[in-house]
């Protein structure tokens, strides 16, 4: 083991005995900000990016983080997830250090610009609830359609490169659980929907009408999954730039409570 830094051994003791640290002991200490860079890359890259620009996830170097201000908000996120999104909990699979060792390669981010959208949040709203109709599928809130993800705290699950693929080219990074159920019934007729369930023996969708289905295997000629989104494709074509810009900006504010659905 090459901690190098004799200081930093109370700091691993009390660690050791499970009493919380206020702040990571590893800012110092370029071969821990390696190895928790190295842990990055391998266990969350995949949902925050490989330089932590985001993705899936929301981005992680802008320098501040929605969770709080000091080391221990961070460290706390990542060892106890968030409850109802897609971030898991590390705390049972990660050793304190290393979670510590994360936190502080986030640390080595200066604030960035490249997460901040040039847009008209209020023009975005509008555009978002009525041209651009998506509020027929989403809920924001108490408010919105059902068919479609909630997007009540999009803002702040996810980067806004994320959001842009989201609109131009939906189905390109789909949320998990989103998949689509195609049924062709016994009169050739074809259903397709949101998937609600799927197994050996039946699936269950809700329609674009909003309606929920059941269908039995044994009663139809075909069930299939796609992984297909059954979002407009158009966007990228019927609004303007700088509209896709303004809906971006809106969607960056919504940064309420709720899970993802
Ligand atoms: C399966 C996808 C996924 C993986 C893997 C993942 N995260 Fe996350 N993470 C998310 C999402 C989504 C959020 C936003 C949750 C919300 O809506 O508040 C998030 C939020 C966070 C936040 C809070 C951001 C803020 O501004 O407060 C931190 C910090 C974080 N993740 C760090 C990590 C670290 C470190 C790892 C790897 C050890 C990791 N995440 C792995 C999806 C993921
Ligand atoms: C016909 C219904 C429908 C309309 C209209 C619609 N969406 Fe969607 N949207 C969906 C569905 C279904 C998904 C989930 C599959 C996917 O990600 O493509 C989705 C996904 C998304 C996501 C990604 C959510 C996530 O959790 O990552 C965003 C962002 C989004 N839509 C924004 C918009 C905006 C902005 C508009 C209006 C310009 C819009 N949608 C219009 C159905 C719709």
């Given amino acids: ?40 890359r391998l266990r969350c890259s995949a949902c925050h990016g490989i330089h932590a620009e985001g993705g ?10 929605e969770a709080g201000e000091t080391d221990l908000d961070i460290y706390r996120v990542i060892a106890r997830g968030v409850p109802g999104t897609e971030m898991p909990a590390f705390g049972q699979r990660s050793t304190e250090e290393n979670i510590w060792r994360i936190v502080s390669f986030l640390r080595t981010f200066e604030a960035s610009a490249d997460d901040i959208v040039e847009g008209d949040p209020a023009r975005g709203e509008d555009i978002f609830w009525n041209r651009g109709g998506c509020g027929g599928c989403h809920r924001v809130g108490q ?3 059902v068919f479609g993800p909630s997007l009540t705290r ?16 939906p189905g390109g990074d789909l949320p998990p659980d989103y998949y689509v ?7 050739g007729k074809t259903v397709r929907g949101i998937g609600l369930g799927f197994d050996d023996f039946s699936a269950q969708l809700m329609d674009a009408a909003g309606k929920f289905r059941s269908f039995l295997r044994e009663e139809v000629q075909a069930i299939e999954r796609e992984f297909v989104s059954l979002m407009p494709d158009t966007y990228g074509e019927t609004l303007a730039e700088d509209e896709q810009r303004d809906l971006i900006a809106y969607m960056q504010t919504l940064r309420g409570e709720g899970g993802q659905r």
Avoid: C
């Avoid at 899936?56 to 983080?65: D, S, W």
């Avoid at 999009?154 to 609109?167: K, N, Q, Y």
């Avoid at 159920?181 to 009169?187: A, L, P």
């Fill in 1 to 40: 083991m090459r901690w190098g830094v004799l200081p930093l051994v109370p700091a691993l003791v009390s660690v050791a005995y499970g009493q919380e640290l206020e702040s990571s002991p590893f800012h110092a200490d370029p071969a821990s900000i390696g190895v928790g860079k190295a842990s990055f």
């Fill in 154 to 169: 999009i803002g702040r699950s996810r980067s806004v490169a994320h959001l842009r693929e989201s609109l131009l080219n």
């Fill in 181 to 187: 159920v195609r049924v062709v019934t016994r009169q």
């Fill in 143 to 145: 408010r919105g359609g």
């Fill in 56 to 65: 899936r996830g929301p981005a992680l170097n802008r320098g501040e983080f």
